[in-house]
C-alpha cells in the first residue's frame, strides 16, 4: 500500500543551524502538508501546498520557515535559524484530490531535537 | 479560531469491552471530520472520514458518528483488543480553510489489557 516517507527519522541540530527535512508524499498526491507536534501538545498545522504554491500558512509557519517541491517527487521544509523552541515532531502529509473530499495520509515523522 | 477537545484524556479497560471516546468542536461550520490513531513516537494512521453530510462511517470494529450542529463526533470501538492501544486523535477540517488544513485535539490515550 503506498505510503507518504520521511527521512530522516532524527535530526539533532544545534540552535542557529539550518535544516531540511525531506518527504515523499504518495505518487498521485497533489496536495501536500506540513504539521509539527510539540511533546504532549497537540498536532499543529504548519503549512498546505498545492501547484507548486504555498496555498495556506499558519502564525507559526515564519520566516524561518519554508517549503519546496524541487523535483515533483520530494516535498521539504527547511527551518533556516533553528531556534530550542523548533523541537518537535515534524510530519508530512498528502492528499489524493479535491480537499474536502479525501482523507489526509501522515508520514512517520522526523523527531527534530534542537540544542 | 477552531477548537477540537477530546475527552477523556486517558482510557483504562479490560480487553472485550465496548467503547466509547468523544470528540467535540467550536465552529459547525466544517467541511469533514477525520479520527487518526498515533502509535508512541510514530506517525497518525487515518481511521474514518466523515464528510460533513454524513452521519456515521464504519470500518470494522470501528464506527464514527457526526453530529455537525451540536459539534461533536464519537468514536466506537467493538470488542476491544489490547491491539487497540494507542492514541486516538480526531481532526475536522472547517470551511475556513481553503486547501484541507486540519485542526486537532490533544486526543484520548486508550490502553486495553488483557
Known amino acids: 500500500e503506498p505510503e507518504v516517507t520521511q527521512t530522516p527519522s532524527h535530526q539533532v541540530t544545534q540552535m542557529g543551524q539550518e535544516v531540511i527535512l525531506r518527504c515523499v508524499p504518495i505518487?498521485?498526491?497533489?496536495?501536500f502538508y506540513w504539521y509539527r507536534q510539540i511533546l504532549g501538545q497537540k498536532v499543529e498545522f504548519l503549512v498546505s501546498?498545492?501547484?507548486?504554491?504555498?496555498?495556506?500558512k499558519s502564525e507559526i509557519f515564519d520566516d524561518q520557515f519554508s517549503v519546496e517541491r524541487p523535483d515533483g517527487s520530494n516535498f521539504t521544509l527547511k527551518i533556516r535559524s533553528t531556534k530550542l523552541e523548533d523541537s518537535a515532531m515534524y510530519f508530512c502529509?498528502?492528499?489524493?484530490?479535491?480537499?474536502?473530499?479525501?482523507?489526509?495520509?501522515f508520514g512517520p515523522g522526523t523527531r527534530l531535537t534542537v540544542l | 479560531k477552531q477548537e477540537v477537545t477530546q475527552i477523556p484524556a486517558a482510557l483504562s479497560v479490560p480487553e472485550g469491552e465496548n467503547l466509547v471516546l468523544n470528540c467535540s468542536f467550536t465552529?459547525?461550520?466544517?467541511?469533514?471530520l477525520q479520527w487518526f490513531r498515533q502509535d508512541p513516537g510514530k506517525g497518525l494512521t487515518s481511521l474514518l472520514l466523515?464528510?460533513?453530510?454524513?452521519r456515521e462511517q464504519t470500518s470494522g470494529r470501528l464506527n464514527a458518528s457526526l453530529d455537525k450542529s451540536s459539534g461533536r463526533s464519537t468514536l466506537y470501538i467493538a470488542a476491544s483488543q489490547p491491539g487497540d492501544s494507542a492514541t486516538y486523535l480526531c481532526?475536522?477540517?472547517?470551511?475556513?480553510?481553503?486547501?484541507?488544513?486540519?485542526?486537532f485535539g490533544r486526543g484520548t490515550q486508550l490502553t486495553v489489557w488483557p
Open positions: 502529509a498528502s492528499k489524493q484530490g479535491f480537499p474536502t473530499e479525501y482523507e489526509q495520509f
Open positions: 505518487s498521485n498526491h497533489l496536495y
Open positions: 501546498f498545492y501547484n507548486n504554491e504555498i496555498s495556506e
Open positions: 465552529d459547525s461550520a466544517i467541511y469533514n
Open positions: 466523515i464528510q460533513s453530510s454524513q
Open positions: 481532526a475536522v477540517m472547517d470551511r475556513g480553510s481553503t486547501l484541507g488544513r486540519l485542526y
